[in-house]
């Protein structure tokens, strides 16, 4: 009871809780569920650009990739880790996500047809991904906050390059300001239901709002950046391809159309375009490294070996 309070007291002041902090065991679950989904996410989320570095256009935005992708090798490392402070296991979350027992996000099941989608990458799914990422900056267990502020650093200089590229494009021949306008049109609306079911289908929300796991539900994200993409599109020169898109002076939002949650839950449920092909790639990139995995242990263990003599 006494550990309870102490928790209650934690969370309501805005501290962080820590590793060894007593939780209570919903927390754990949740933390680990949205945690390694996050991971998972990171991980899977180097497919879709990773298939463009053969092909970039130019040694210089050969490098810009590369180093991009290697990132997010890095997010998703900083979260399995994060993970591993609640007691999850690593071994064991990995074979969870190529069993498809765990999530990842929906955006990464889509297909990248040209090389305007690695732009539109960077400035619309890192743009979600720092809209919702932010916050979690200040989520309320400490070795997952710590973790986003690096992310987050990182994650804006991915959408910052994303949209420098299209600017690029956008200047080029009309060819090119086609394919860009081409891959808005196919990304704009799986961008949205990046942040989750509408918040009356959200089941996680209360319980994760009262925990301070998440500080804004999945709606006001989604306005959010909304709100924030449209005068960048302007800009850009792209149309986004919403017809009941406008400015609700009343609201002080932009209104926007329906989203197809139908597709949306068909792709969480595992039949998007490019579900089985991610997870396979996965699958076998997973095997492939097991005598990496085993060279490592093998080698620690003569270490400790060497170390006890
Ligand atoms: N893709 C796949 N599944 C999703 C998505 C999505 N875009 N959005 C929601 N879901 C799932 C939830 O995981 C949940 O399923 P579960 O209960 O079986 O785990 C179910 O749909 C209902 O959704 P919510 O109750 O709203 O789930 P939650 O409170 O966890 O909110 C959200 C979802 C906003 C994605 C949250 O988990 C979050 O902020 N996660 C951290 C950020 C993240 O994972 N980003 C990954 C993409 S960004 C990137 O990698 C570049």
Not at 187 to 199: A, H, R
Not at 201 to 215: A, D, F, G, L, V
Not at 219 to 225: G, H, P, V
Request: overall charge negative; some cysteine.
């Amino acid at each position: 009871m006494e550990l309870e309070h102490e928790f209650e007291r934690v969370v309501a002041a805005d501290h962080r809780v820590e590793p060894r902090d007593w939780m209570p065991d919903g927390y754990r679950r949740t933390l680990i569920r949205q945690i390694a989904q996050h991971a998972h996410s990171e991980i899977i989320g180097m497919q879709p650009e990773g298939n463009w570095i053969s092909r970039a256009p130019s040694l210089r935005r050969k490098a810009i990739l590369l180093a991009k992708v290697q990132d997010e090798a890095g997010h998703g490392l900083y979260l399995y880790a994060a993970a591993e402070t609640l007691g999850a296991d690593r071994e064991d979350l990995t074979a969870k996500l190529v069993e498809g027992r765990q999530k990842y996000s929906s955006i990464f099941n889509y297909p990248t047809l040209t090389f305007a989608d690695v732009g539109v990458i960077g400035w619309l799914v890192d743009g979600a991904a720092i809209v919702n990422q932010v916050p979690l900056c200040r989520t309320s267990y400490g070795p997952y906050a710590r973790a986003m502020i690096r992310v987050c650093k990182e994650e804006s200089f991915h959408q910052r390059q994303g949209y420098e590229l299209l600017l690029t494009m956008m200047r080029g021949t009309q060819a090119q300001r086609d394919m860009v306008q081409r891959s808005v049109d196919r990304w704009w609306w799986p961008s949205l239901m990046m942040f989750g079911p509408p918040d009356t289908e959200s089941t996680n929300t209360e319980q994760s709002m009262k925990w301070r796991i998440k500080r804004h539900t999945n709606d006001e994200l989604r306005q959010k950046f909304v709100d924030m993409t449209v005068p960048q599109a302007e800009k850009l020169g792209v149309t986004l391809p919403d017809p009941d898109l406008r400015w609700n002076a009343e609201r002080g939002h932009h209104d926007f159309g329906e989203i197809d949650w139908a597709e949306f839950w068909q792709v969480v449920g595992g039949d998007g375009p490019c579900n089985a092909q991610r997870i396979a790639h996965r699958r076998k990139a997973h095997e492939d490294g097991a005598w990496v995995r085993e060279a490592a242990a093998a080698y620690a263990a003569k270490k400790s070996g060497e170390e006890q003599v």
